[in-house]
């Protein structure tokens, strides 16, 4: 009899849900059961196959604890359990992104062990082979210090240091990210197929993969491997001697750069990879809900990102039996690299995820807008990345209903006035802008968009520009990269729209 190597010493189970617990066995094992002594809860196991699983009764929040499994042949015992909340830090680089890195993370480690936060790292494995056994072996829950909190995800550890602190509870953050991943890495394959839209994702893969066997896939991602990690150490020298040499550059020096390699078995960029090495190792770990920032590496398809997005949150649903489980939301920064034309893919990949938090219940949506950096796609400052998601989670999750905390202005419907379109926003009390009031942009019927000149009349925006006589649409930041001037009074900057 095993548990799932997610269950350790130091773990953090989520209070006032049933949490469930679960492992393999032998088929010949019989008679499993979990308890937590200290609260006089316990429940048997269903065994099915060489799977078991039990189900706990909902707990209130309690700082140490201990759970005792025990069959027929064994005995296992973890400690200093807390009950408290556990959320996913889920998506990509920008989720990954290691405290160490952190603009501030210094600061941040010196005083970590203070804060009653703990972190699960999913191993990071692209094939499900023994490699990855052996790397769940050595896996737990860790304590907060300045050692173990260098390679935790910065979001993740800034939302849930604020979600603990406000709450009064230990936080647990399951770190299950992966820099560079497309969501359809995240799932299951069925979730792909069954939707046209989306099912791209896997056409392409089955023609890439189309006769080989995975004797043949392994040789070339290993090929491939050997020679990134070379061409890596090359381009970091380039950059080292000349840190503003331009990409051309770069690869006139390195070669031509191959990543993300041959698509096949070991490569983890594959769709479905890492839901079968990472997802499914951890679920159903029963949750409070999920933190996700993800989309940089889908805005090759932005048209369709709000479908991928959607058959995710539905996907991790079902895999975790809570079709509520809450998905908080960061949308996409400004970003553009320097020698890339804006063509505006990322501003399609907001208004995306947008549209999901709008159409998908219970999810929250992080405005971040300023958060970015030119020609960086990875900026460096996260706390205020985890403060935005925390102020989402606080509102719809744990019950501060004061959502001009959590929210910018955000649009809600639009009045043409002869050459003129007023704005009119939820939960707008003013704006603040610092600097020119930028980004607006007005169309008329045939939808070409030219530059808009803005006037702010309490909450009212008026837009109004001298190429259009007869406006018909304005949108706002529609862009991958702009300076961003215009706030809401809380300080969060107002986030990118299209009237229609």
Not at 69 to 94: D, P
Not at 216 to 238: G, I, L, P, R, S
Not at 372 to 390: Q, S, T, W
Request: overall charge negative; proline content about 5%.
């Amino acid at each position: 009899m095993k548990t799932a190597a997610i269950f350790s010493n130091n773990m953090v189970l989520q209070r006032n849900k049933n949490v469930r617990i679960f492992g393999t066995c032998t088929q010949t094992c019989t008679g499993i059961t979990v308890s937590i002594p200290e609260l006089g809860k316990s429940a048997e196991a269903v065994i099915c196959g060489e799977k078991w699983e039990a189900v706990l009764p909902p707990m209130e929040a309690y700082s140490k604890c201990t759970m005792l499994i025990k069959s027929a042949e064994k005995e296992i015992r973890f400690e200093n359990i807390a009950i408290g909340e556990v959320w996913l830090a889920g998506g990509q680089s920008n989720m990954e992104f290691e405290l160490q890195n952190d603009k501030n993370g210094s600061e941040a480690l010196e005083g970590c062990s203070c804060e009653n936060v703990r972190y699960y790292y999913t191993p990071k494995c692209s094939i499900a082979d023994d490699s990855l056994k052996a790397m769940e072996e050595n896996t737990c829950w860790m304590l907060p210090d300045k050692e173990n909190s260098k390679s935790w995800s910065a979001v993740g550890y800034y939302f849930a240091k604020e979600l603990s602190r406000r709450l009064g509870v230990t936080v647990g953050i399951l770190g299950c990210n992966w820099g560079g991943t497309s969501a359809s890495a995240w799932m299951k394959r069925e979730y792909l197929e069954r939707d046209s839209r989306i099912r791209p994702y896997i056409d392409e893969y089955d023609k890439a993969i189309e006769g080989k066997t995975d004797e043949q896939m392994k040789a070339e991602y290993d090929e491939y491997t050997e020679y990134h990690v070379q061409w890596e150490k090359n381009m970091q020298k380039c950059y080292s001697e000349n840190p503003s040499a331009k990409w051309e550059e770069i690869l006139a020096v390195c070669g031509e750069n191959r990543y993300p390699g041959p698509m096949g078995s070991s490569n983890p960029m594959r769709p479905c990879g890492l839901y079968e090495t990472m997802i499914s190792r951890v679920s159903p770990y029963t949750l409070g809900g999920v933190i996700y920032y993800q989309g940089e590496s889908d805005d090759h398809r932005p048209d369709t990102y709000d479908v991928l997005l959607k058959a995710l949150i539905e996907n991790w649903r079902n895999d975790w039996r809570d079709d509520s489980l809450p998905f908080m939301l960061v949308q996409l920064p400004m970003f553009k690299y320097e020698a890339d034309e804006d063509i505006k893919h990322w501003a399609k990949i907001r208004q995306a995820q947008m549209k999901v938090y709008k159409t998908v219940k219970n999810t929250g949506i992080a405005s971040v807008l300023d958060c970015g950096e030119f020609n960086n796609i990875h900026p460096i400052d996260k706390a205020p990345v985890g403060h935005r998601l925390y102020l989402q989670a606080m509102y719809h999750i744990y019950g501060d209903n004061d959502a001009m905390k959590a929210f910018p202005p955000v649009y809600r419907s639009f009045e043409v006035c002869g050459d003129c379109v007023k704005l009119y926003f939820d939960y707008c009390d003013g704006f603040d802008v610092r600097g020119d009031l930028i980004g607006f942009e007005a169309a008329g019927a045939d939808g070409v968009y030219y530059p808009a000149s803005a006037e702010i009349c309490g909450d009212v925006i008026e837009a109004r520009s001298d190429s259009v006589s007869v406006p018909v649409s304005v949108r706002f930041q529609w862009t991958n990269y702009a300076d961003v001037t215009l706030f809401g009074k809380n300080g969060l900057p107002v986030q990118p729209f299209v009237t229609q």
